[in-house]
């Protein structure tokens, strides 16, 4: 629900955007915030390495197939050829992008040597396939000495019925060579049997034509048969023994696939930031967010976006926002908000260089949800259940965002319910930050200690 207030799925559609490869987009569903900093900063680490390497090149990221489910056979299934060729063609790939990013990876080095080179496998695959996923014979003497008598006994055969077409041409329907059930035919009268023996395997839709294997060539055509059979066992016993190298390999593929999920997911997040011109906030005692901008309103107005500076001074616990009617101040709550979330998620936030944000542990918001697209109505009721359960949620480092606290009643007594609920969440060692209409509650900002006013 925070996350669907504060608008954070639509950072993740934004960098779904820039994702390359399947991997990567499941990679992006782990994108949330970190429970602690370190794991965050950790993450801004990468992040900057990745921004740095982005602003000078491209890194080899390519759209590699998803072959998870290629990996998650059973047992005794044998991978199609073009299967195989997708398996290698995804690792050389993955190494490719090893082979780009070791150079400048220092940050990153840890993602990038996850990715563990399958050279053996790959040259192995491409070996004995060819780029359309029919087995090689370059070198399968076996095989290739198979397909060499199939060509020459299948060449004879073609011969001899041409040859038996031209000599009983008064009964053939028409001048060609066909298969039926697996051998070749011609297509003859009813009559046929006064000019040549032979065995009919199947009829027209007309049953005008009668499809024969003469007499003459059904040693030939079962030598064709056998060969076939045989041949088809060589090419399976290869797609076998790749199956079970692929299989064999798999744990070290599907470490390869998270690995390069997660630096296309640092790629993506990378190429968001420097669209954005975001920059990677330092953590301090102070919220001090120079030139924000709501992630939401930059995407749909551009350089027209306004930002805004938001800043809680130290030993401050309370900032009350006020200002007219649309006149930004929820834009303001929610921008704080969802720059919080992202910085902790290991993102950078469009603001300026020099912004500074404190080790917020979560944060908690109560809005009226007419300012989302649902428009329904909250009721004063329904506020203050939600006032109560931040209340019993909330602790020290939490940073709770309140619009408009006590609306739905008496002007009066909802300030100073809203004061209440203010003095009750920093007594309890959250940061508030409320903005509102009632003077009660203004006037509590410019006497209350610790409280900051502001206005938009």
């Given at each position: 629900?925070?996350?669907?207030?504060?608008?954070?799925?639509?950072?993740?559609?934004?960098?779904?955007?820039?994702?390359?490869?399947?991997?990567?987009?499941?990679?992006?569903?782990?994108?949330?915030?970190?429970?602690?900093?370190?794991?965050?900063?950790?993450?801004?680490?990468?992040?900057?390495?990745?921004?740095?390497?982005?602003?000078?090149?491209?890194?080899?990221?390519?759209?590699?197939?998803?072959?998870?489910?290629?990996?998650?056979?059973?047992?005794?299934?044998?991978?199609?050829?073009?299967?195989?060729?997708?398996?290698?063609?995804?690792?050389?790939?993955?190494?490719?992008?090893?082979?780009?990013?070791e150079?400048?990876?220092?940050?990153?080095?840890?993602?990038?040597?996850?990715?563990?080179?399958?050279?053996?496998?790959?040259?192995?695959?491409?070996?004995?396939?060819?780029?359309?996923?029919?087995?090689?014979?370059?070198?399968?003497?076996?095989?290739?000495?198979?397909?060499?008598?199939?060509?020459?006994?299948?060449?004879a055969?073609?011969e001899?019925?041409?040859?038996?077409?031209?000599?009983?041409?008064?009964?053939?329907?028409?001048?060609?060579?066909?298969?039926?059930?697996?051998?070749?035919?011609?297509?003859?009268?009813?009559?046929?049997?006064?000019?040549?023996?032979?065995?009919?395997?199947?009829?027209?839709?007309?049953?005008?034509?009668?499809?024969?294997?003469?007499?003459?060539?059904?040693?030939?055509?079962?030598t064709?048969?056998?060969?076939k059979?045989?041949?088809?066992?060589?090419e399976?016993?290869?797609?076998?023994?790749?199956?079970?190298?692929?299989?064999?390999?798999?744990?070290?593929?599907?470490?390869?696939?998270?690995?390069?999920?997660?630096?296309?997911?640092l790629?993506?997040?990378a190429?968001?930031?420097?669209?954005?011109?975001?920059?990677?906030?330092?953590?301090?005692?102070?919220?001090?967010?120079?030139?924000?901008?709501?992630?939401?309103?930059?995407?749909?107005?551009?350089?027209?976006?306004?930002?805004?500076?938001?800043?809680?001074?130290?030993g401050?616990?309370?900032?009350i926002?006020?200002?007219?009617?649309?006149?930004?101040?929820?834009?303001?709550?929610?921008?704080?908000?969802?720059?919080?979330?992202?910085?902790?998620?290991?993102?950078?936030?469009?603001?300026?260089?020099?912004?500074?944000m404190?080790?917020?542990?979560?944060?908690?918001?109560?809005?009226?949800?007419?300012?989302?697209?649902?428009?329904?109505?909250?009721?004063?009721?329904?506020h203050?259940?939600?006032?109560?359960?931040?209340?019993?949620?909330?602790?020290?480092?939490?940073?709770?965002?309140?619009?408009?606290?006590?609306?739905?009643?008496?002007?009066?007594?909802?300030?100073a319910?809203?004061?209440?609920?203010?003095?009750?969440?920093?007594?309890?060692?959250?940061?508030?930050?409320?903005?509102?209409?009632?003077?009660?509650?203004?006037?509590?900002?410019?006497?209350?200690?610790?409280?900051?006013?502001?206005?938009?």
């Open positions: 629900m925070l996350g669907d207030l504060l608008e954070f799925s639509s950072i993740q559609g934004y960098i779904r955007s820039m994702l390359v490869s399947e991997v990567g987009i499941t990679a992006l569903d782990t994108l949330s915030p970190f429970e602690h900093w370190e794991d965050a900063q950790t993450r801004w680490g990468m992040l900057e390495e990745m921004m740095q390497i982005m602003r000078q090149r491209r890194p080899a990221f390519t759209a590699i197939p998803d072959i998870r489910p290629l990996l998650a056979l059973p047992d005794g299934a044998v991978l199609e050829g073009q299967d195989l060729l997708k398996v290698a063609g995804a690792l050389t790939d993955m190494a490719g992008l090893r082979n780009d990013l150079v400048d990876a220092a940050a990153l080095a840890g993602l990038v040597e996850a990715i563990t080179p399958l050279d053996d496998l790959v040259r192995m695959t491409r070996t004995n396939l060819l780029p359309s996923g029919e087995v090689s014979d370059l070198k399968n003497p076996a095989l290739r000495q198979l397909r060499i008598r199939y060509r020459s006994v299948r060449a055969v073609l001899r019925l041409e040859r038996i077409m031209e000599r009983v041409k008064p009964v053939v329907m028409e001048d060609i060579v066909t298969i039926r059930n697996g051998r070749f035919v011609i297509p003859m009268r009813h009559d046929f049997g006064t000019c040549l023996s032979g065995i009919t395997h199947d009829y027209s839709g007309s049953r005008h034509s009668v499809y024969v294997e003469p007499m003459e060539v059904v040693e030939d055509n079962n064709l048969t056998d060969l059979s045989e041949i088809r066992d060589e399976q016993r290869v797609l076998r023994e790749l199956t079970s190298s692929v299989v064999h390999a798999a744990p070290i593929i599907r470490a390869n696939l998270e690995a390069y999920g997660a630096l296309d997911l790629q993506a997040c190429a968001y930031a420097l669209k954005t011109h975001a920059v990677i906030p330092r953590l301090g005692d102070v919220v001090d967010i120079k030139g924000a901008s709501h992630p939401v309103l930059l995407e749909r107005l551009g350089k027209s976006c306004i930002p805004l500076d938001i800043r809680i001074p130290a401050k616990t309370g900032l926002i006020s200002g007219p009617n649309a006149g930004g101040k929820t834009v303001a709550l929610k921008t704080l908000g969802l720059l919080v979330m992202m910085a902790k998620s290991g993102l950078a936030i469009p603001a300026r260089e020099g912004s500074t404190p080790r917020i542990a979560r944060i908690w918001i109560e809005m009226d949800t007419a300012q989302d697209i649902s428009h329904d109505l909250s009721t004063f009721t329904a203050a259940k939600a006032l109560k359960d931040i209340y019993l949620s909330a602790g020290p480092s939490d940073l709770v965002l309140l619009d408009e606290p006590g609306t739905g009643t008496d002007h009066d007594h909802g300030g319910i809203a004061i209440a609920c203010i003095d009750a969440l920093r007594a309890k060692g959250a940061t508030v930050v409320a903005t509102s209409h009632s003077d009660l509650v203004k006037l509590y900002g410019l006497t209350q200690q610790g409280v900051e006013n502001a206005a938009v």
